[in-house]
């Protein structure tokens, strides 16, 4: 589909449609109650939401209908050039989704960036959001302040020095292996397929290159959340770090804050099993808790493998 390898979109169950703004692509998946899951933020623009998600959807599409949105120049939403919060832009493509497929209020799922976007979601339009679980991300456009870990981050230089130069291989590889905890996912197949839609989606990189995302904080705002909330995060995200997951959870005091072993910048991909479990917890509340072991309010947990 468009130049996409079946590792990164599935054409089976890969949608879009158009706004007056852009092509927005989407996963639709499952039968039931409607879930949104917005996609992670990776090597521009073949990192997908099929992608990032892939790994978690034969469970949860059993249960939900998984309804997985592209972020901007991602996928194959865009392409879009924005001089405002990059989260405002993700947001209303969420919303051209959801008003499209007739969905009036669901849980979204959100990670990274899908995560911050599915925050700017609930601040913005609390109606529509009816459980929030995100992580591995900044409560704001633009970044919150860290206490101890040195920023930029690692993977974001390394993201840099990849996207100024898109047909070196090398550099992406490099990207990979520290977005991702476990270096044996950087198969030859999957930088090979993210290497090949970067060349066949030269405008969405391009279009991204000409944006500017103007910060926004929403820090204080995080306190009047009022939905069910968790937080998922990798111990080992060299992106993000970990004390991220800990400070959103001290502004929603009512929310859950998970910490995965062995896992980087993407839970759902990293960690299939311990996110599905997250999403369920979250979801279906005491009888699935009656099976899992009881989670308690703001207290980490650190899961193995």
Known sequence: MNGFPQALLDPRFQRSLRTPEMEVGYLERGSGDPLVLVQAWGPRPGATASLVYGR?????????????????????TGPVEYHEPVHDVAVRAVLAVLDHLGVDRAPVVGCSMGATTGIDLALAHPERVGALLVGACHASTGGD?????????????LYQEADADPGDTGKLRRLLRALWYDEALVTDEIVAALQDVRAAKADHWAAERRSVSVPHSNM??????????????????????????????????????????????????????????AVLCLLEGPRHRAVAGPSQHVTAHVNSP
Request: proline share 10%; aromatic share 10%.
């Open 56 to 76: 978690v959807l034969d469970d949860l599409a059993q249960r939900y209908r998984c309804i997985a949105v592209d972020l901007p120049n991602y996928g194959l």
């Open 145 to 157: 302040p860290y206490l101890v870990t040195p920023f930029p981050s690692e993977v974001m230089r």
């Open 220 to 277: 204080a705002a995080l306190a009047t959340l009022a939905m069910p909330v968790t937080v998922v995060h990798g111990r080992n995200d060299r992106m993000v770090p970990f004390e991220q997951a800990l400070a959103i959870g001290s502004y929603v005091t009512h929310a859950d804050v998970r910490l995965l072993a062995r896992c980087g910048h993407w839970p759902p991909y990293e960690r299939p099993d311990a996110f599905v479990d």
